[in-house]
């Protein structure tokens, strides 16, 4: 099991560029979640997909989009770059999370580090 | 007032210590409770997973949750070199918000030989 991975691990971009990130999920899962990691700081999630729709969203602009594609994976577009979009890009797979489920464990990748000039 | 709070630390103990990492919360909807590992630069790696209160417990490490007292922590006994990383606490509640990930800043912890 190859678990969640994501490309690229690293870019640069200057600001008003836009930029796309990818994530395939663990094998089994159905669900991508994606989040912000400046540094320093915790994680932030930005928002969920799951049967391709986005189920929940954080406190982030509408700069920031994304996409699931029928084999779960998924994709965060980022448009109008600015220096503050500089982070560490993580996207966290899991089944899709159910009261009646104990275990809603989330799994994350590498991430993407994102480095806006 | 953050949902999560966790001391950033540093923290700084010698090998074979034991080790306790703490968060606090405010929101009592919260029913799941992680522990993720994260070294320098890479992703976070589940490290525990509980349900609502009580204790966890896989090898040398131990998660509590106190709901009564909206805590959580985590116990590493017999600490190693290879332990030193940053902890992060992760939390979530139930209903319309179930997978939503709240997080802690994360307490750097460096165990030295």
């Known amino acids: 099991d190859a678990g969640v991975t994501q490309s690229p691990t690293h870019l640069i971009k200057t600001r008003g560029q836009q930029v796309t990130l990818r994530c395939s999920p663990k094998s089994g899962h159905d669900t991508v979640s994606w989040y912000q990691q400046a540094l320093g700081q915790g994680p932030q999630f930005i928002f969920q997909y799951y049967e391709e729709e986005e189920r929940q969203r954080g406190n982030f602009p509408d700069r920031f989009s994304g996409h699931q594609f029928p084999n779960y994976s998924s994709e965060l577009n980022v448009n109008a770059l600015l220096l503050g979009d500089s982070a560490l890009y993580l996207c966290a797979s899991s089944l899709y999370p159910r009261d009646y489920l104990r275990d809603n464990e989330q799994f994350f990748g590498p991430g993407t580090r994102l480095t806006v000039l | 007032q953050k949902e999560v709070e966790q001391d950033p630390g540093p923290l700084s103990v010698p090998e074979g210590a034991i080790v306790s990492l703490n968060c606090t919360y405010s929101?009592?909807?919260?029913?799941?409770f992680m522990w993720y590992r994260q070294y320098s630069r890479k992703g976070p790696e589940l490290l525990m997973y509980t349900y609502s209160s009580g204790n966890k417990e896989d090898g040398r490490f131990t998660a509590q949750v106190d709901k009564s007292s909206k805590y959580i922590s985590l116990f590493i006994r017999d600490s190693q070199p290879s332990d030193s990383a940053t902890y992060l606490c992760a939390m979530t509640n139930r209903g319309s918000t179930l997978g939503r990930l709240y997080f802690g800043r994360g307490t750097q912890l460096t165990v030295w030989p």
């Open positions: 929101n009592s909807a919260f029913q799941y």
